[in-house]
């Protein structure tokens, strides 16, 4: 995804639905272009185009999400692969960033294992490289496309891995890293107790937000790889319990 591509999310993340000739005036390139721009992200799934107008596609919540920072993001993830290798089983739950790192894994990496609870990731990544997936079973949310429940947890329990790759919803020093659906977060859980390593991978926004529901407990993170806007006061905390804190450059 190119610098205007991620520019076209960033204002459509911001006003819902845009017209091509509107986009084409904000970021002074030809319709034509904003249009071969638009089929590139309608292909990725992320938008939807009618009549003239492009609009994020509405008909699943991780859509949006991915829209939201996608450059950021998309910078994250790569700098949160590098740490894996070629042949590597790890695990992977559902969320913006995660979805990005599962699709940053598949086009880099070969001969990888990928163990996770999203089938939007196991959608998403499917035409892509050279990746083994393994799907964990449990009941299907429908607008984030994710296994949760019982079922899920007795699957998970089967594998151990070095890696788990973890979204958040938000942060503080007292409640740790929390989320905002408890069963996705009993999940995060479940999984977190097969792997040897937890790293968060997510946006320095949510260290300025909160979830609802407990998450992980700082203690149980190894690794967070987040932009270089974290809050310093965030960072030095995380540090202080033993975590190691990866930022991308802007």
Avoid: W
């Avoid at 003239?52 to 920072?69: C, F, M, Q, T, V």
């Avoid at 695990?91 to 939007?120: P, Q, R, W």
Wanted: charged share 30%; glycine share 6%; hydrophobic share 35%.
């Amino acid at each position: 995804m190119n610098k205007r591509q991620s520019q076209i999310l960033d204002l459509l993340t911001q006003n819902k639905k845009l017209k091509v000739t509107e986009l084409s005036d904000v970021l002074n390139v030809s319709q034509v272009t904003i249009r071969k721009d638009l089929s590139a992200l309608e292909e990725s799934g992320i938008i939807v185009r009618e009549h003239g107008y492009a609009k994020l596609n509405e008909s699943d919540d991780i859509n949006n999400r991915l829209a939201y920072h996608y450059d950021i993001k998309q910078k994250i993830a790569e700098k949160a692969v590098e740490s894996i290798e070629d042949g590597e089983t790890v695990m992977i739950e559902s969320g913006s960033c995660c979805a990005l790192v599962a699709l940053e894994i598949a086009k880099t990496k070969k001969d990888v294992t990928l163990i996770t609870n999203s089938a939007f990731i196991a959608d998403y990544i499917r035409k892509t490289g050279n990746v083994r997936i393994i799907l964990l079973g449990g009941e299907y949310q429908e607008e984030s496309q994710v296994m949760v429940g019982p079922i899920t947890r007795k699957c998970a329990e089967g594998f151990f891995v070095d890696k788990l790759f973890v979204g958040t919803d938000g942060f503080t020093k007292e409640t740790g890293f929390t989320g905002n659906d408890y069963m996705r977060s009993e999940a995060v859980k479940d999984m977190a107790k097969q792997a040897s390593n937890v790293i968060i991978v997510t946006d320095s926004v949510k260290f300025q937000q909160k979830g609802v529901v407990s998450l992980l407990d700082t203690k149980k993170v190894s690794y967070v790889y987040t932009d270089s806007n974290i809050p310093e006061d965030a960072e030095e905390y995380l540090v202080e319990n033993n975590i190691k804190v990866i930022k991308t450059e802007n």
